[in-house]
């Protein structure tokens, strides 16, 4: 690292300060006008989360002008969340924010690319400062004046502090493409369950009049028109509207229901087989009690009403945790699975009055009334998930793995490690 410096950050910045709350000052947020930007709507990546931002009028950001912020000036949370790291652009402004985020602007003469830095302030480097100075103190707190001791690294040669920032930030725009595949794929999952447990899916071609008494061909595969457009192909049910070729039934007529018979204390550091417990994560167990397909669900905890498993094979569970197992012939495992995962949290929210509910009773489970189309459209109407899921998995593999990318480059390239090349600039 011979070709690199260290000093004192603030030695490279013209300001360091932070904001106040306008309510403080006897200054109400508004509906609209100036954006007033807190930690929270900082992401981890250092975008902005526009839907997060308050406002403030014209007098109030005039009032705060010492936090007024400019093209280029750093943005550090020093509250509540520790070092999320944003650099203001010119589509945010005019903006001003509180005492939560600190405000760094760069001198005019510093030896330290801006973008550089913001990777910087991201490093590892700067996290063990941070968890250095902040070790005594019960909340997540940091002062401008911790920042000014910050001691920080960079290359003599800005081109190569340019070079870093620009294979990180191509890294970036990896992950945030990913990110956004990952929330299109969630949209489009909750749409549609609402409509495949509501209309299902043909499984012939039918014709029929809407509202409007006009004739209208569907095919099979797809979706039932609407209630609202066909009402002659619906009736009406403890679920409400449904297709008139579905039955419903109590989940206890479909299934076996109990509970496991181990505790955490049974559970092996290692071992063969998935261990399911209150939680999402799946631990594992040198032993087994159950092989078939089953679903399971939290008893306890916080998990109640929002913990779903699927399996199908050699596995073990919690003692608070329910299993439903042996299926009837009428309904798919998989169709049951999808349902309920949707709709127990529903049930479970009717089934305790507004009151608050840690734990579920058997019957809240047993007493759960299913829609049943024929297993054919099950069927089905499974697939689809299973194709939007298996999508969904492709993308959130995609994104871990490019994480550890982008997390393997920053420790290389913000200590020094590996000089970079243009090369590097393409990520995989």
């Avoid at 950050?9 to 508004?30: E, M, R």
Wanted: some cysteine; glycine content about 6%; overall charge neutral.
């Amino acid at each position: 690292m011979n070709n690199w410096n260290e000093n004192l950050l603030t030695n490279h910045v013209s300001l360091i300060t932070k904001g106040t709350t306008p309510t403080s000052l006897g200054k109400a947020f508004k509906e609209s006008g100036i954006n007033f930007i807190k930690a929270e709507s900082i992401t981890e990546s250092g975008e902005f989360i526009l839907d997060s931002f308050a406002y403030i009028d014209e007098a109030t950001h005039e009032l705060l002008k010492r936090s007024q912020l400019h093209y280029g000036d750093i943005l550090f949370s020093i509250a509540g969340v520790l070092g999320r790291i944003a650099i203001v652009n010119s589509s945010i402004l005019p903006a001003n924010t509180n005492q939560a985020i600190a405000l760094i602007r760069l001198s005019s003469n510093t030896e330290i690319e801006r973008d550089f830095l913001k990777y910087f302030l991201n490093s590892e480097f700067i996290k063990e400062q941070i968890r250095r100075i902040n070790v005594q103190s019960a909340q997540a707190n940091f002062s401008l004046g911790d920042i000014n001791r910050l001691i920080i690294k960079y290359p003599k040669d800005k081109t190569e502090q340019r070079q870093i920032a620009t294979i990180l930030s191509t890294a970036d725009a990896v992950i945030e493409k990913t990110q956004a595949a990952i929330a299109k794929y969630k949209a489009i999952k909750q749409g549609m369950l609402q409509d495949l447990f509501t209309r299902g899916i043909l499984t012939k071609d039918i014709k029929y009049k809407d509202k409007n008494g006009t004739w209208v061909e569907r095919s099979r595969n797809q979706l039932r028109p609407s209630y609202q457009d066909a009402p002659e192909l619906y009736k009406e049910s403890k679920l409400g509207w449904i297709p008139k070729e579905w039955k419903e039934e109590r989940i206890d007529k479909l299934c076996q229901i109990t509970t496991g018979n181990k505790d955490t204390q049974n559970k092996q550091e290692y071992g063969e087989y998935a261990f399911f417990v209150r939680s999402q994560t799946v631990e594992k167990i040198d032993s087994y009690s159950y092989d078939g397909e089953a679903i399971l669900t939290a008893g306890d905890g916080v998990g109640v009403g929002k913990i779903y498993h699927y399996i199908n094979g050699k596995f073990d569970f919690h003692q608070r945790v329910y299993m439903l197992y042996e299926f009837e012939k009428i309904i798919t495992p998989k169709f049951l699975f999808y349902y309920f995962s949707t709709n127990f949290l529903a049930e479970v929210d009717r089934c305790s009055a507004k009151t608050t509910v840690d734990s579920v009773r058997m019957e809240m489970i047993a007493g759960m009334i299913v829609p049943l189309p024929n297993i054919s459209e099950q069927k089905r109407i499974a697939e689809k998930l299973i194709t939007l899921e298996s999508k969904l998995q492709t993308e959130q593999d995609f994104l871990h793995k490019q994480e550890q990318i982008k997390a393997g480059l920053m420790n290389d390239l913000l200590s020094g490690r590996k000089k970079v090349s243009i090369k590097e600039k393409e990520i995989a």
